[in-house]
């Protein structure tokens, strides 16, 4: 069973920076993408950021290209999003999530594995 355990969220003033990270566990093979999406209040879940996880394609939102990064360390089958120079719009749950789909998910229709989600708020 694939298990995804998300932490690191909080309150940040305008600025600031966060380090999400999330745990994997129970995938058979590492042939899948992980990386995270976001839902503000009244809006659609979005993502984030995602890479493979055996291979070094990641992508990244327009909205934090520049600000936030996406690693991983093998040895200990975690993924993490530093996130800086956070802003009150990147404010929402933040949710690790997966796909064994061979493809980067760009929606969350194309997710295969969520974990829970972990609250990021920016004070301006």
């Known amino acids: 069973e694939v298990q995804l355990q998300a932490s690191g969220g909080g309150l940040v003033q305008a600025g600031g920076s966060l380090r999400l990270s999330c745990i994997t566990s129970?995938?058979?093979?590492?042939?899948?993408?992980i990386g995270w999406f976001r839902q503000a209040p009244g809006k659609e879940r979005e993502g984030v950021s995602c890479m493979f996880w055996s291979r070094t394609s990641t992508n990244y939102a327009g909205s934090v290209k520049g600000r936030f990064t996406i690693s991983r360390d093998n040895a200990e089958n975690t993924v993490s999003l530093q996130m800086n120079s956070l802003q009150p719009e990147d404010t929402a749950v933040y949710y690790c999530a997966a796909s064994s789909r061979g493809n980067i998910p760009q929606t969350a229709n194309a997710v295969d594995y969520w974990g829970q989600g972990t609250l990021v708020t920016v004070s301006s």
């Open positions: 129970g995938f058979t093979s590492d042939d899948y993408a």
